[in-house]
């Protein structure tokens, strides 16, 4: 009941914001398709592969491999302090830096004492700093972690499915920052679901809003003109 009730807290908060910024006409149509576009950092994106721009975050798991020393090779995982704890070196901040960057403070690191001219790789293999947020009509609202590439199904599924009782399949909205804007877009989850359009592709820091049947919010303005494809976009000017 709890979750519920901060789950309806949290979409409560998204539809004001909405209805503000369509009450001073900042809503605009943009495009119209079934993407989003990108966010505008990486450092929002953990979904990105092979990224040199995202910032490693806490609780990310890290594969750091030496070049020609495997007894170096170590799977690690960032603390809350942005720490991680190698052979040799011992503890090395990772938080913050890109994975260049922590690439080169390694080669560094074993560079004093330790190895002549070590070549250091890291792999992100999961980018749990990053979190997407659903909230409305699924079993299970909050917060949730994304490693790697995360579609808007895995995310519903994450909460528990949607609440087949309340929801609108057809109100599915999808939020994020581009351009410098918050920009959003509907989706219908029973085009997704058949194939009819692409399960979009979701990035950290995304807001999906699932919208309940019958409902009289804000969103239901920008729901109820999605074309039948599937998918509106428009600019929150925030």
Partial sequence: ??????????????????????????????A??????????????????GTTDYHIGPMDLLDVSVFGVADLDKEVRVNSNGMISL??????????LTVPQLETELEKAYARGYLQRPQVTVFIKEYTSQRITVEGAVQKPGIFPITGRTSLLQAIALAGGVDEKFVDLKGIVVMRQVGGRKQAAVYDLRQV??????DPQLYGD?????????SKTALRRFIETAPAFGAFYYYLGL
């Fill in 1 to 30: 009941m709890l979750k519920r009730w901060l789950g309806l807290a949290l979409a409560l908060s998204v539809v004001l914001l909405l209805a503000a910024c369509a009450s001073h006409g900042q809503v605009q149509n943009v």
């Fill in 32 to 49: 119209r398709g079934n993407m989003l576009p990108a966010p505008d950092t990486t450092a929002a994106s953990g979904a990105y592969e």
């Fill in 87 to 96: 052979p040799l070196v011992g503890a090395v901040m990772a938080g913050g």
């Fill in 193 to 198: 679901r058949r194939g009819v359009i692409e």
């Fill in 206 to 214: 995304d807001v999906v809003v699932v919208e309940q049947s019958g």
